[in-house]
């Protein structure tokens, strides 16, 4: 079982940027794929991004593309979210997702995202 653990949410301003950073541990990190999930109050959570296992493909959310960017560390075992003009509409909690399949194939939206980290609260005032 893998245990995930989210850092960097905070208030920023329209327009503005956060890093947001997964910590994963538990075991084998470099073998899954990663993926972004934010759930807004009274919405269903919803997919932003996600991240194959080798790091040399991946997904965004319509909503997210061309502003944030996913990016992960094996050696650090470790996936970060780059959110850059940043809307208020992206305020949510912000939750880090693992796969559950080793050395997943194929898109990595399609993973089967099975275990999750406790979310970060990003706040993006107008």
């Known amino acids: 079982q893998v245990q995930l653990v989210e850092s960097g949410g905070g208030l920023a301003q329209a327009g503005g940027s956060l890093r947001l950073s997964c910590a994963a541990s538990?075991?084998?990190?470099?073998?899954?794929?990663m993926g972004w999930f934010r759930q807004a109050p009274g919405k269903e959570r919803e997919f932003v991004a996600a991240?194959?296992?080798?790091?040399?493909?991946?997904d965004y959310a319509d909503s997210v593309k061309g502003r944030f960017t996913i990016s992960r560390d094996n050696a650090k075992n470790t996936v970060d979210l780059q959110m850059n003009s940043l809307k208020p509409e992206d305020t949510a909690f912000y939750y880090c997702a693992a796969d559950s399949m080793f050395l997943r194939k194929g898109s990595p939206a399609g993973a089967d995202f099975g275990s999750w980290g406790q979310g970060t609260q990003v706040v993006v005032s107008s």
């Open positions: 538990g075991r084998t990190f470099s073998g899954y794929t």
């Open positions: 991240i194959n296992w080798s790091g040399d493909s991946t």
